[in-house]
């Protein structure tokens, strides 16, 4: 550990982690963070189980992502570290970052974690024993999160449907969250993912997705600032919006 | 390593590893064994740019698998293994172990591979080349893997549509033969999935899908010997057979 607060995984990247370019791919990098913030709370005797011991689970409502440069490839060995940036009674602020080989970050989240109430499947005050060993004290107002726009959907917009499988559905019970991102990248097609890499994204989590749900995956494709293209996202099930995101993307200069 | 052409590898299962009832999915533990063999080709020289070399690829035609009690839980630090039994000009038949941190082996898998030139797209000769640092004598016949049972689709199976998507696509640009396994046993659905534990599989495959085919999954459940459920399983493309396999299960006794 670097230090106080602050947890480090080692991890090599396996192929099955990665997309057809052979980098890792969003879903598993946002999986790999979650995990490494399950590590932090077991190694600190706050795991899973304890957290449930109050009624509820760890939640998380969005993430903002920063991309500095390739994903790493399979086999590249590398770390993934979090710490808690900011806390109060309802919200914890988690700081992700993934480094490669050789200790450059390439890539860095922060997210919102909230306490849900299991049986009420509602949010819940965080019961401040599972925050103690985190020694950090608490704050008034937790740092906002840069959001996603939320445009309004219009008939510019394309959609594609993703009937929920059993493989999607996590231990609790909903589709996991990291699926998200593979129905939010998919409709945008390979050509386009190929020729483009991901520099930021805003993604906002809604509503859970419960197992055998069809979810509807809009997209709304736009140029940006600096040759920068910025893809609009929302996840749907029936009128309920589940997801939003917007992802920032750069086009891949193939003669470099 | 235990022998002289032996490779064992270890592994930490990660959450994203496992399905909802918490332990490793099949379609990851496919993957893992398929790693493994990638890595002691590695390790002794023969990696995939080496094959390659010669024009062709290393492809998987079949499996035959056992499973000897629970598959590997979050957390759990197995070891995955594999060596090569036997192979003649045309076929390699490889052995794969999964233990778990006791040492006990919870699923054995034989599979066939053979070498396939990419620009005819058909088996061609091994490479003398490849195989020479396993030290391993060629023999005349490779000993078969028992196949699954090939019965004819009839009005009485299910059937299940599964659009490729983006991120089924590995970096040899066709959908990775570990995601036909989710589409195998998604269409049992939860209830059964949660009920049974898979005890011995035979896989066949046929032909490759390509990106942006929607694959047609097949399936015929029937009773078998001593309590056993046997599933059939078939994957079209249209109407090419693209894999065909049976899946024998034991329904699990919640009381023990």
Chains 1, 2 share one sequence.
Not at 119 to 125: E, G, I, S
Not at 133 to 139: D, E, N, R, S
Not at 184 to 205: A, C, N, R, S
Request: negative net charge; hydrophobic residues 40%; charged residues 25%.
């Amino acid at each position: 550990m670097a230090e106080l607060g602050t947890y480090e995984m080692d991890h090599t990247i396996a192929y099955y982690e990665c997309d057809r370019t052979g980098a890792a791919s969003l879903s598993m990098l946002v999986a790999m963070i979650i995990m490494a913030s399950e590590k932090q709370n077991e190694e600190l005797g706050v795991d899973v189980d304890q957290a449930m011991k109050f009624g509820g689970t760890w939640v998380i409502i969005n993430y903002e992502a920063d991309f500095m440069g390739d994903l790493p490839h399979e086999g590249a060995h590398i770390k993934v570290g979090t710490n808690i940036q900011a806390y109060n009674q309802f919200f914890v602020l988690r700081k992700f970052w993934v480094k490669d080989a050789k200790g450059q970050t390439v890539a860095t989240f922060v997210g919102t974690f909230v306490y849900m109430d299991l049986k009420a499947r509602k949010l819940t005050k965080i019961p401040a024993e599972i925050m103690k060993p985190y020694q950090v004290q608490a704050v008034k107002r937790v740092p906002h999160v840069k959001a996603p726009q939320s445009l309004d959907v219009s008939d510019q917009w394309q959609s594609k449907q993703y009937q929920v499988r059993y493989f999607d559905i996590d231990y609790n019970g909903h589709v996991n969250n990291a699926r998200y991102f593979d129905w939010m990248l998919d409709p945008l097609g390979g050509e386009f993912l190929m020729d483009h890499h991901i520099t930021k994204m805003m993604v906002k989590f809604e509503h859970e997705v419960r197992p055998s749900a069809v979810a509807t995956s809009k997209l709304y494709v736009e140029n940006g600032p600096d040759d920068s293209v910025v893809s609009h996202h929302k996840i749907f099930v029936g009128a309920e919006l589940c997801t939003e995101a917007d992802f920032i993307w750069q086009k891949i200069n193939k003669s470099e």
